[in-house]
């Protein structure tokens, strides 16, 4: 099991910049795929981005292509969302996940393919 912390959330307005942290331990970080979701308030947990543990291979949903940018950093045990052109619809709760599989080929989505989450961030978008 792997315990995943989160930070960087807050209040920003439409149109500005937020770089989400999620500091690993307690598992060889460099093993495993990773992956940020969301949930905003009366909606379902939805998938935003992931990086392959490699982190040669990333995926987004459409909503943040070009706006969001996850990537690693392995000897800091830590992975990153950069947040640019934040919307009002990117309003939530940030959470990181860490993939159940080590070593997976290919580029984890589902929430049932992360076995360890962090406890979420929150990040507002005024309009």
């Known amino acids: 099991q792997v315990q995943l912390v989160e930070s960087g959330g807050g209040l920003v307005q439409a149109g500005g910049s937020l770089r989400l942290s999620c500091a690993a331990s307690?598992?060889?970080?460099?093993?495993?795929?990773m992956a940020w979701f969301r949930q905003a308030p009366g909606k379902e947990r939805e998938f935003v981005a992931a990086i392959s543990w490699t982190g040669g291979s990333t995926y987004y949903v459409d909503s943040v292509k070009g706006r969001f940018t996850i990537s690693r950093d392995n000897a800091k045990n830590t992975v990153y969302l950069q947040m640019n052109s934040l919307k009002h619809d990117d309003t939530a709760v940030y959470y990181c996940a860490a993939d159940s599989r080590a070593r997976r080929v290919g580029v984890p989505r589902a929430p049932g393919d992360f076995g360890s989450w962090g406890q979420g961030t929150q990040v507002t978008v005024s309009s």
């Open positions: 307690g598992r060889t970080f460099s093993s495993y795929a």
